[in-house]
């Protein structure tokens, strides 16, 4: 059965840090494309980076960059975003979903092109 799980999300202060992390499970992530979304309350679902499989180019989305960092570990099966310097409007629903390199050549930047999907971590930037 596959399954992705996210976890690491919590309370942090404006300016702190976070590491979410995606453990996949039932297959085997090296050959497939990963994403990381987000869902703020009464807006849509955002693409907030991703990483291929085998090539492991990336994407951020603009207000994102220089601030979050994704990774791989194929051995732990394992997909991270290490979140620096948060910001109050980073307050959402943090989801990792993942998609096999057959379907594309590069990490899709938009939901659809996602096939499983984990249930979300709570994240919120507040003092």
């Known amino acids: 059965q596959v399954q992705l799980v996210e976890s690491g999300g919590g309370l942090v202060q404006p300016g702190g840090s976070l590491r979410l992390s995606c453990a996949a499970s039932g297959f085997t992530l090296d050959r497939y494309h990963i994403g990381w979304f987000r869902q703020a309350p009464g807006k849509e679902r955002e693409g907030v980076s991703c990483i291929s499989s085998e090539a492991g180019s990336t994407y951020y989305v603009d207000s994102v960059k220089g601030r979050f960092t994704i990774s791989r570990d194929n051995a732990k099966n394992t997909v991270f975003l290490q979140m620096n310097s948060l910001k109050p409007e980073d307050t959402a629903v943090y989801y990792c979903?993942?998609?096999?390199?057959?379907?594309?050549?590069?990490?899709?930047?938009?939901?659809?092109?996602?096939?499983?999907w984990g249930q979300g971590t709570q994240v919120t930037v507040s003092s």
């Open positions: 979903a993942t998609v096999h390199q057959t379907d594309y050549s590069l990490c899709p930047r938009i939901a659809n092109g996602y096939t499983y």
